[in-house]
């Protein structure tokens, strides 16, 4: 269940792949072919969020998967994806001996590099 920008990422077999879908007005000027993704990135309206919890009615996201032995999982807001690329999410994620290092390097590199938002993330490991 999904509302909001706070995402959702899987590692499986070395590959990093988004769950979620962010809420966010520029998500949603992309997605009608308004905006670049380069240019939503910087928008300054790159953080209004069209559905979140307390808005009034608002249909969450719902997916069901089939978790397998060896799964990551990344749950982490814009604080850290904003700054954090997917290929360095992909390599602190494959490389980290534990969930909690994995929690910590993530958190380090967004503090390096400038998070200008609270960084939140939890790591869980499938077994």
């Not at 990422?9 to 998500?27: A, E, K, N, P, S």
């Not at 790159?46 to 060896?70: C, F, I, M, Q």
């Not at 001996?97 to 960084?119: C, F, K, M, S, Y």
């Amino acid at each position: 269940m999904h509302i909001g920008d706070t995402r959702a990422y899987l590692l499986r077999d070395g590959d990093l792949t988004t769950l979620t879908r962010d809420h966010t007005w520029v998500r949603r000027e992309v997605d009608a072919g308004r905006l670049s993704p380069a240019e939503a990135a910087a928008h300054p309206r790159r953080a209004v969020l069209t559905h979140a919890l307390g808005g009034g009615d608002v249909a969450a996201d719902l997916s069901v998967r089939t978790a397998a032995a060896g799964d990551r999982y990344l749950l982490c807001s814009d604080g850290l994806y904003a700054v954090v690329g997917q290929d360095a999410l992909r390599s602190v994620l494959g490389d980290a001996e534990t969930p909690e290092d994995a929690v910590q390097r993530l958190v380090t590199a967004a503090t390096e590099a400038g998070a200008p938002d609270n960084i939140a993330c939890v790591v869980a490991d499938f077994r």
